[in-house]
């Protein structure tokens, strides 16, 4: 089965920041697209920045370019969101997910949940202005 484990998140004022972390098996991990989604109430899920684990570029959303920087550390299998300048509008649960077996292209335009085969089980970020 697999797992996504998540740590992080919490409350912040604006302008403030915060780093996601999650970890999953190498087996999981191996060729896979890593991402993190966010989702808000009352609206869809949404992606935020993603990554191919043998890439070294990521795909940003418009709203996120310049603050959040995804990254990643192959040699324990997790990847990192690190949030800088957050908004109160960034105020979401954040998700992280997984494609296991994909491509840079696929990676790239994975823009739908459905697209994504594993889920972690969310993370609260709020910010306060």
């Given at each position: 089965q697999v797992q996504l484990v998540e740590s992080g998140g919490g409350s912040v004022q604006a302008g403030g920041s915060l780093r996601l972390s999650c970890a999953t098996s190498r087996y999981t991990y191996n060729g896979a697209c890593m991402g993190w989604?966010?989702?808000?109430?009352?609206?869809?899920?949404?992606?935020?920045?993603s990554i191919y684990t043998?890439?070294?570029?990521?795909?940003?959303?418009?709203?996120?370019?310049?603050?959040?920087?995804?990254?990643?550390?192959?040699?324990?299998?997790?990847v990192f969101l690190q949030m800088n300048s957050l908004k109160p509008e960034d105020t979401a649960i954040y998700?992280?997910?997984?494609?296991?077996?994909?491509?840079?292209?696929?990676?790239w335009y994975a823009e739908s949940?459905?697209?994504?085969?594993?889920?972690?089980?969310?993370?609260?970020?709020?910010?306060s202005p």
């Amino acid at each position: 089965q697999v797992q996504l484990v998540e740590s992080g998140g919490g409350s912040v004022q604006a302008g403030g920041s915060l780093r996601l972390s999650c970890a999953t098996s190498r087996y999981t991990y191996n060729g896979a697209c890593m991402g993190w989604f966010r989702q808000a109430p009352g609206k869809e899920r949404e992606r935020v920045a993603s990554i191919y684990t043998t890439g070294t570029i990521g795909y940003y959303a418009n709203s996120v370019k310049g603050r959040f920087t995804i990254s990643k550390d192959n040699s324990k299998s997790t990847v990192f969101l690190q949030m800088n300048s957050l908004k109160p509008e960034d105020t979401a649960i954040y998700y992280c997910a997984a494609a296991p077996t994909s491509t840079p292209a696929r990676c790239w335009y994975a823009e739908s949940a459905a697209d994504w085969g594993y889920w972690g089980q969310g993370t609260q970020v709020t910010v306060s202005p």
